[in-house]
């Protein structure tokens, strides 16, 4: 009996035959190093879908259909991370507008800590979150860190967000600090204690808050600019590869 062909790279033969290298056909049924448990028929269908869509010459090249997968795949998961992003600094600049409406209402005399800090503790929880998300981005940028000395690396968004943040969570903390000190105090020793929330304090943070802000719109349109871009490079894929 003549020897048996050995099957080559990419045939679908059955009996043992190789596709790509990893996956073959044995008994109707596509195996491999991690077997899938397709059977000729379902694999048959898969090819089939794939005729339809994509090129002949892509069928007959696994490898330049995985290069275009990876394509497609890369673009999506980039368009992901950039909506997420957007996403994050809108709903801040939502809750950074009434901090702002609150602090321009507050003045020496009526000013409530607490009530600016609330303002403000709600735009922190979504800077959190925002921080905490960038730790596992895998497409637009490295992923954000803090090492054990403070050190921060990764996007520049979170790098400048993160310190702005810090800077007017400080500034309140620090006043809402003095206030709970000055609140053990006698009513004569509170009296020579000069009030914290002074004219000089509410321009910083003035000042603090507008630098926030602007950074948020920043990053909001550069977010914006890459989903552009990213969803008319998923287009032109599309239409240099599917069949029109």
Not at 26 to 48: A, F, P, T, Y
Not at 69 to 83: I, P, R, S, T, V
Not at 124 to 136: C, F, G, M, N
Not at 196 to 211: C, T, V
Request: aromatic share 10%; glycine share 6%.
């Amino acid at each position: 009996m003549p020897p048996r062909r050995k099957a080559s790279k990419g045939s679908t033969e059955t009996g043992g035959s190789a596709i790509g290298g990893d996956l073959t056909i044995k008994n109707g049924e596509m195996v491999g190093r991690d077997s899938i448990g397709l059977n000729g028929d379902e694999v048959s269908k898969i090819i089939e879908v794939l005729m339809k869509y994509f090129p002949k010459t892509y069928i007959t090249n696994p490898e330049q259909l995985d290069k275009v997968f990876n394509e497609f795949q890369a673009c999506h998961a980039g368009l992901y991370e950039w909506k997420e992003l957007h996403n994050h600094l809108d709903t801040s600049l939502q809750l950074f507008d009434q901090f702002e409406d609150a602090l321009r209402q507050a003045n020496r005399r009526n000013a409530n800590i607490e009530s600016l800090y609330g303002s403000w503790f709600k735009i922190q929880e979504v800077l959190d979150e925002l921080l905490s998300w960038a730790q596992t981005i895998q497409v637009i940028d490295q992923k954000f860190a803090i090492n054990a000395a403070g050190e921060m690396t990764g996007p520049d968004w979170a790098i400048k967000l993160a310190s702005k943040g810090k800077e007017i969570n400080d500034h309140l903390q620090n006043v809402r600090k003095a206030a709970q000190e000055s609140s053990g105090k006698g009513f004569v020793q509170r009296l020579w204690n000069p009030d914290p929330m002074d004219e000089n304090w509410f321009r910083q943070l003035s000042e603090y808050a507008s630098n926030y802000r602007y950074l948020v719109l920043r990053f909001m349109s550069i977010a914006d600019k890459n989903l552009r871009e990213m969803a008319t490079k998923l287009y032109e894929i599309s239409a240099q590869n599917l069949r029109r």
